[in-house]
Each structure stands twice: as C-alpha cells, then as structure tokens.
C-alpha cells in the first residue's frame, strides 16, 4: 500500500523565519507529487513536481523532488502569520489515486 | 463559483442515522474522489471515479458507505445507519482527464458529520 510520511508533525517558527517541510514516499508507479495548504476548511493546491531536481517555486514557497531517494521538501522563506496552516504532502499513482500523509503543522507566531 | 461545491455544508444526525452527501465537481473535471478527513489526521482515501465509472474503493470503507456518479456530473457519498465514528469531515476534489498536462485536484469546502 502507497506510503507517505511527513515531518515535522509540527513546528512552531518567528515571523521572518524559514522553514523547510519533509515529505517521504513509498508508491507503487509513482506518477506525481503534490503539495497543498489546509487552514481551516479545504486543501488548497500548491505544487504538483514530476521530475527530479527541478524546483517549482511560488512567490516564498519552493519545493523540489528526489525520485531516487523518494522524498520532497517543502521551504517557506521569510515566513508570515498567514503562513500558519496545515501543510499536506500526496502521491499521485499511476492509477491517478492520491495518498495523503498526515500533514505538518505550522504556527508562525508574530 | 466555478470550484467544487459540496453540500451540505455541516449535518448532525443522530446514532443509526442515514445521511447523503452531495458533489459538483468543477465542469470540465472527469475525475472525482471523496476523501474523509479526522483531526490531526491528512485526508484518508474513500473512492473515486472515472466519468460515471466508480474506479476504486478503500479497503477500509465498510458496505455502509456507497457512491454514485450515475451521470458522470455531480456525486453523491451515502452512509447508512451512521455510527459515532463516521464523524469527520468528508472531502470531494475533482481532476481533469488524466491525459492533460494538469491533472491536480481541487478540493470542495467539505461537508463536516457529526453523529450524536
């Protein structure tokens, strides 16, 4: 069964500060990586990353992938109070199915 | 609104209970898949579906939970004589066809159960 394990569980960081978000995987016909944002209703999409070392980046938000080690970070620079939210890692098989991890939390406190 | 709209919103519905949900996807989008989401938890895979086609369906889930998507539109996720773990929050997103070049889902608000 698909496998994906993020870490930190949470994290409390100072507005300024960087952070950066883990995300490991075990998929059967791995298709994509996605990352989303959830505060407090629905996950809101980040990134979807296909290839290795190739770094999507979105204003202070990057993230990059390692298909031979199988796992993906997510870094959030100078961070905001807005920036507080839940982070959620998924694979995509090739089957089209999404398999979420448990998520990171992350409260940036002014 | 052209996202994906879930209703309702929130229902309480008591111990043995049955309660349907429903999901409109966003129009082009011929995937669809629900997911049940508890606190502290990352969204927990129910089933989705190919146009009309159901594709997959969690081990996990119990013969008390069924989906539709009899028209290949919206869909419905109905769970018979409700227990107090089915409270959640239960999650529908949407993906266009696999062969596009963009085939991330997108979520709906969510409809949150809780059984009393």
């Known amino acids: 069964e698909d496998k994906v394990v993020q870490s930190p569980l949470s994290l409390v960081v100072h507005e300024g500060d960087t952070v950066t978000l883990n995300c490991s995987y075990e998929?059967?016909?791995?298709?994509?990586l996605l990352w989303y944002k959830q505060e407090k209703k629905a996950p809101t999409f980040l990134f979807m990353l296909?290839?290795?070392?190739i770094e999507k980046k979105s204003g202070r938000l990057s993230s990059i992938l390692d298909k031979k080690e199988l796992f993906s970070i997510l870094n959030i620079t100078a961070t905001q109070t807005g920036d507080s939210a839940v982070y959620l890692c998924?694979?995509?098989?090739?089957?089209?199915?999404?398999?979420f991890g448990a998520g990171t939390t992350v409260t940036v406190r002014a | 609104d052209t996202g994906v709209s879930q209703n309702p919103r929130h229902k309480i519905t008591k111990r043995g209970q049955n309660v349907t949900f429903r999901c409109d996807p966003i129009s082009e989008h011929n995937r669809l898949y629900w997911y049940r989401q508890t606190l502290g938890q990352g969204p927990e895979f129910l089933t989705y579906?190919?146009?009309?086609?159901?594709?997959?369906k969690s081990r996990l889930l119990s013969d008390r939970f069924s989906a539709e998507r009899p028209k290949g539109s919206f869909s419905t996720l109905e769970i018979q004589r409700t227990e107090q773990g089915d409270s959640a929050m239960y999650l529908c997103a949407s993906s266009l066809n696999p062969e596009s070049m963009n085939t991330e889902a997108f979520f709906g608000q969510g409809t949150r159960l809780t059984v009393v």
């Open positions: 296909t290839s290795s070392g």
């Open positions: 579906f190919q146009n009309e086609a159901q594709l997959e």
């Open positions: 998929v059967t016909n791995f298709r994509s």
């Open positions: 998924a694979v995509e098989a090739s089957d089209y199915k999404l398999s």
